[in-house]
């Protein structure tokens, strides 16, 4: 019998860790959706240099839905951590430096693991760069050139960017229009983030999010809404 694939979060930043919504916290099915008393759950801090701080948020995440079983996965990897990454049923991907996150990943081969894992029927969730880890491309330039671009995990068939909004999405247009024909990127607001579906649907989350193609050597942008909001509509308009 094959394993089901469990759906991939996005998020911006963390605020949606601790998000509630229709009563309850947003995390709440993804905890109900785990079939076991007490799960594990992995925090992967390569992209921030495994702050103790940011950890400590994760915990509290956690713990509000009822997972207490949490542990560091740092970026030397030893056998300790990998031992439990490979029984964890929760692994987020940290925000930080994209660059920095996705060589430990790499070199280490924690990368390869976090793949298997998934495909084992863990949850993942990436925030910020972890988010941009599990798309398509990272790149180590804030206006890129071609050869600035790397490729990441690929769960995700997008570019992903993240709280660029202030700077018009500047960064994720160029991955767009420099990566491979057909690649689109997936811009997540501050605040806001993204439920990747096995089957490929995705449900924006609280926030509108911005996609982004090439059409005619020119960038396209479309806005997703979360299926709630009242607008309840696509709008598209051509970029330049």
Same mark, same amino acid.
């Given at each position: 019998m ?8 996005l ?6 860790l601790?998000?509630?919504t229709?009563?309850?916290s ?5 905890r109900?959706s ?8 992995a ?6 240099g #495994?702050?103790?701080e940011?950890?400590? +948020?994760?915990? $509290? =995440?956690?713990?509000?839905?009822g997972v207490?079983?949490?542990r560091? %996965?740092?970026?030397?990897y030893q056998k ?5 990454l ?10 930080g430096?994209?660059?920095?996150g ?7 081969g ?6 298997q894992?998934?495909? #084992? ?5 990436g +925030?910020?760069? $972890? =988010?941009?880890?599990l798309g ?6 804030? %206006?890129?050139e071609?050869d ?11 570019a ?6 202030g ?14 024909p ?6 997540l ?19 509108a999010i ?13 806005l ?5 909001d ?10 330049d």
């Amino acid at each position: 019998m094959s394993i089901p694939i469990r759906p991939i979060y996005l998020m911006a930043d963390s605020q949606l860790l601790f998000w509630n919504t229709n009563g309850q916290s947003f995390l709440a099915p993804l905890r109900e959706s785990i079939d076991k008393e007490h799960p594990k759950a992995a925090y992967v801090g390569a992209s921030n240099g #495994d702050q103790p701080e940011y950890f400590s +948020i994760f915990e $509290g =995440a956690m713990s509000s839905i009822g997972v207490t079983d949490c542990r560091m %996965i740092f970026s030397d990897y030893q056998k300790e951590d990998r031992d439990y990454l490979m029984e964890a049923d929760i692994i987020l991907l940290a925000g930080g430096d994209v660059v920095r996150g996705w060589r430990v990943l790499d070199q280490t081969g924690m990368g390869q693991d976090i793949v298997q894992r998934y495909y #084992d029927n863990a949850t993942l969730i990436g +925030i910020s760069a $972890g =988010a941009v880890h599990l798309g398509m491309m990272g790149c180590d330039n804030e %206006i890129p050139e071609e050869d600035d671009l790397f490729e990441t995990f690929k769960l995700i068939p997008y570019a992903i960017d993240a709280h660029d909004e202030g700077q018009g999405w500047q960064r994720l247009k160029a991955m767009v229009s420099l990566g491979d024909p057909g690649v689109k990127g997936m811009g997540l607001p501050s605040g806001g983030g993204l439920i990747y579906y096995p089957d490929h649907v995705m449900e924006p989350v609280r926030h509108a999010i911005v996609e982004f193609s090439v059409k005619d050597d020119q960038i396209q942008q479309t806005l997703l809404f979360p299926p709630d909001d009242p607008i309840g509509q696509t709008a598209s308009d051509a970029g330049d």
